[in-house]
C-alpha cells in the first residue's frame, strides 16, 4: 500500500472516531441543557486570541517583532530595482 492512501485511511478513521466521540458526548448530555451547552460551545470555541511569548522586557518583544518585519522585508526585491 503506498503511503498516501495509507494517510487517507488514516484520515478518514480519525475522522470517524471524532464524529463518533462527539455523537455520544451529545447524545450523554441531551437531557441536561446545562451540560449540552456547555459541550457545544466547547466544540465552537474559538482561540484566535493573539498571544506573545512571555517577555519581562518589553522593549525586548518589541526588538524581537522589528527584526522579524525587516527580515520579511528584504526577502522582497525593491521594486525602485527595476
Request: net charge positive.
Given at each position: 500500500m503506498r503511503i498516501p492512501q495509507v494517510l487517507n485511511q488514516t484520515a478518514r478513521a ?69
Amino acid at each position: 500500500m503506498r503511503i498516501p492512501q495509507v494517510l487517507n485511511q488514516t484520515a478518514r478513521a480519525m475522522n470517524r472516531a471524532k464524529t463518533e466521540y462527539y455523537r455520544h458526548l451529545i447524545h450523554d448530555n441531551i437531557l441536561d441543557q446545562k451540560k449540552l451547552f456547555k459541550v457545544v460551545k466547547s466544540l465552537f470555541k474559538n482561540e484566535s486570541e493573539l498571544s506573545f511569548p512571555k517577555y519581562f522586557d518589553n522593549s525586548e518583544l518589541a526588538n524581537k517583532i522589528r527584526d522579524k518585519d525587516v527580515d520579511e522585508v528584504q526577502m522582497f526585491p525593491s521594486q525602485s530595482q527595476e
